[in-house]
């Protein structure tokens, strides 16, 4: 499985970005994605995540209400879209795909800022 995202930048407090995760190779044997980000200094955090069957999704307690995770099964493409952005939502964002068999692939990652 390879991930390749897009859609990252910069912009100001209160905007919006929409990060794309295009999935290749053995897609078929994907059962769940999601969207983690790493801020300078931190560990990296679970933001969000879709499961490909049923479309479960979940969140962080401190993107509900701003961030939509969604996935397009026939594009095999996995989206975030994040609304009121705040400067502590400055990361790197990583796309990852987990496998029936427990296997994880990420993706090489995209630079969010927001400035105050």
């Known amino acids: 499985v390879q991930l390749v995202e897009s859609g990252g930048g910069l912009v100001q407090a209160g905007g919006s970005l929409r990060l794309s995760c295009a999935a290749s190779?053995?897609?078929?044997?994907?059962?769940?994605m999601g969207w983690y980000r790493q801020a300078p200094g931190k560990q990296r955090e679970l933001v969000a995540a879709i499961t490909t069957g049923g479309g479960s999704t979940n969140y962080v307690d401190s993107v509900k209400g701003r961030f939509t995770i969604s996935r397009d099964n026939a594009k095999n493409t996995m989206y975030l879209q994040m609304n009121s952005l705040k400067p502590e939502d400055t990361a790197v964002y990583y796309c990852m795909a987990r496998t029936g068999w427990g296997t994880s692939y990420w993706g090489q990652g995209t630079q969010v800022t927001v400035s105050s």
């Open positions: 190779g053995s897609t078929f044997s994907i059962n769940a």
